[in-house]
């Protein structure tokens, strides 16, 4: 499967305590983006990458969120303090194109956060 | 950001064709119209985008109305697979998804 992967596909944790996940992109994609999502929303765009740059965060990503993405391949997406309100979907996606407005973003599977 | 307005759920029957509208008045003169769907339990998939003309692939067709307030997806024949959360989305960059559309596919 060459598609975009993510791990781990569950993840339960206690409040305070520090999450990782990870997001292997589509080979030779050169943007990575990371949403999150609950119950009944659509995703909400967090941040994302082109390359191993950081190029947008959004509001939505506090200071307990940070993301990497060393050597422009695979990503990780660490939450610091976990709260109950983190509890969501994780989703990453990847795209190759030179025109944001127009890229196909292609989605893993997405990493489900339970705080308890 | 431009806003998209979609019906929360909609039903069609197995085999028929399903027009699922979307709402977009403020849209801007470079905002690209891009339709994702979200199957149960999957991250959401690509279906079609357009700026100004209609467009078809293998999955959907896109109608865009000639104002560009608003735009249609066309599923030709719905199938059980086509159960899915569709959004309607409007870029110039980042992709802000909505609620969306529910779509029941009744056998």
């Known amino acids: 499967d060459t598609g975009v992967s993510q791990d781990p596909r569950h993840k339960i944790t206690k409040r305070g305590q520090n999450v990782t996940f990870r997001c292997d992109p589509i080979?030779?994609?050169?943007?990575l983006y990371w949403y999150r999502q609950t119950l009944g929303q659509g995703p909400e765009f967090l941040t994302y990458?082109?390359?191993?740059?950081?190029?947008?965060k959004s509001r939505l990503l506090s200071d307990r969120f940070s993301a990497e993405r060393p050597k422009g391949s695979f990503s990780t997406l660490e939450i610091q303090r976990t709260e109950q309100g983190d509890s969501a979907m994780y989703l990453c996606?990847?795209?190759?194109?030179?025109?944001?407005?127009?890229?196909?973003?292609?989605f893993g599977p997405g990493t489900r956060l339970t705080v308890l | 950001d431009a806003k998209t307005t979609q019906p929360n759920s909609m039903e069609s029957n197995e085999e028929e064709p399903v027009h699922l509208p979307c709402n977009h008045s403020?849209?801007?003169?470079?905002?690209?119209i891009h339709w994702y769907r979200q199957l149960p339990s999957q991250g959401p998939e690509y279906v079609i985008h357009?700026?100004?003309s209609n467009v078809n692939n293998r999955m959907a067709s896109l109608a865009i109305a000639e104002d560009r307030k608003s735009s249609t997806l066309i599923l030709h024949r719905a199938t059980l697979r086509d159960a899915a959360v569709y959004y309607c989305?409007?870029?110039?960059?980042?992709?802000?998804f909505g609620a969306g559309t529910r779509l029941t596919v009744k056998p």
């Open positions: 357009g700026l100004t």
């Open positions: 996606a990847s795209s190759l194109a030179a025109d944001r407005r127009t890229d196909t973003q292609y």
């Open positions: 990458f082109q390359n191993e740059a950081q190029l947008e």
């Open positions: 403020t849209i801007s003169g470079t905002d690209y």
């Open positions: 080979s030779e994609h050169n943007r």
């Open positions: 989305i409007l870029r110039t960059g980042d992709m802000r």
